[in-house]
T-cell receptor
Framework: SAVISQKPSRDICQRGTSLTIQCQVD?????MFWYRQQPGQSLTLIAT?????????ESGFVIDKFPISRPNLTFSTLTVSNMSPEDSSIYLC?????????????FGPGTRLLVL | GNSVTQMEGPVTLSEEAFLTINCTYT??????LFWYVQYPGEGLQLLLK?????DKGSNKGFEATYRKETTSFHLEKGSVQVSDSAVYFC????????????FGGGTRVLVKP
């Protein structure tokens, strides 16, 4: 499985500001995913990021609020823009690996964000 | 669409007790099924998976069998340890949904010494 790192691991931010979260993988991957985990909740997919194309956002998430970059096959960033306390969550990136038809997603350690 | 339902927690057990977490799913076609574990303060780790009917996934003493007839993927461990205290997520992915993961709500397990 891939080794995935995220920066920062945690942050405390003021409302109205923006935070960019980085996700680095130790091998080249085609598909990367960004999830949000609100306190005490399950994971919700924000968007799918493929290298060389625009990210695909899930219902309820928009590019202006969560712009994503995917400059190469080992790196992606998610920005949480104009933050409010409701954005306080864990943000996780994941990558897809495994044989075709047996794909598995592997997750980074997450970024814990608290917005005051 | 795809959905996953798992038993609500918290589940509180004593060490060496038997653990079962129920998971049922609704999906188009033949999804792959997963259990992920989230230890306190950490991200998600893949615990085990099964990609076709009757497959049994196993890891760290945990097991789950892909039951297509009952659309279930229940997680079991015969003797839990305090270190198994975590939140467990059942999930599925399928080609029809672009291999996106659909998660259950998570089950918090607390093992007491």
């Amino acid at each position: 499985s891939a080794v995935i790192s995220q920066k920062p691991s945690r942050d405390i931010c003021q409302r109205g500001t923006s935070l960019t979260i980085q996700c680095q993988v130790d091998s080249q991957v085609t598909m990367m995913f960004w999830y949000r985990q609100q306190p005490g909740q399950s994971l919700t997919l924000i968007a799918t990021a493929n290298q060389g194309s625009e990210a695909t956002y899930e219902s309820g998430f928009v590019i202006d609020k969560f712009p994503i970059s995917r400059p190469n096959l080992t790196f992606s960033t998610l920005t949480v823009s104009n933050m409010s306390p409701e954005d306080s969550s864990i943000y996780l990136c994941s990558v897809e690996g495994g044989d075709r038809g047996r794909e598995t997603q592997y997750f980074g350690p997450g970024t814990r964000l608290l917005v005051l | 669409g795809n959905s996953v339902t798992q038993m609500e927690g918290p589940v509180t057990l004593s060490e060496e007790a038997f653990l079962t977490i129920n998971c049922t799913y609704t999906a188009t076609g033949y999804p792959s099924l997963f259990w992920y574990v989230q230890y306190p303060g950490e991200g998600l780790q893949l615990l085990l998976k099964a990609t076709k009917a009757d497959d049994k996934g196993s890891n760290k003493g945990f097991e789950a069998t892909y039951r297509k007839e009952t659309t279930s993927f229940h997680l079991e461990k015969g003797s839990v340890q305090v270190s198994d205290s975590a939140v467990y997520f059942c999930a599925l992915s399928g080609w029809a949904a672009g291999n996106k993961l659909t998660f259950g709500g998570g089950t918090r397990v607390l093992v007491k010494p």
